[in-house]
């Protein structure tokens, strides 16, 4: 669909899903990675991704690989390009003003 409602194409494409969660507006989404360390405890399996628009990060979790969860959003007031997993549990972004910020999970 495009941004006013109106539909792009009027077609269907053979072999493409319906995504299970997005945005309305869009938080014009940077970059996204997906937890795989155990380390991380309850933040294990989750998304995060970065929003250009909303200057932040957004925690989601997937259930059932079927449905999404927002959990939260975590505010960097800039917009952020870029995010990294470093070591011991230190995660890394990258903002568009040239900025780079170290967090971890709560």
Request: negative net charge.
């Amino acid at each position: 669909m495009n941004y006013d409602d109106t539909n792009i194409s009027n077609q269907s494409h053979e072999g493409f899903e319906k995504p299970i969660y997005y945005w309305d507006p869009s938080i014009a989404t940077s970059d996204l990675i997906l937890l795989k360390d155990k380390n991380h405890n309850s933040w294990f399996k989750n998304l995060l991704v970065a929003g250009l628009k909303t200057e932040g990060i957004h925690r989601l979790k997937i259930r059932d690989d079927q449905t999404v969860e927002e959990l939260e959003f975590i505010p960097i007031g800039e917009r952020v390009r870029d995010i990294c997993e470093g070591l011991n549990g230190i995660f890394y972004i990258s903002t568009d003003a040239g900025q780079i910020y170290q967090f971890t999970p709560k």
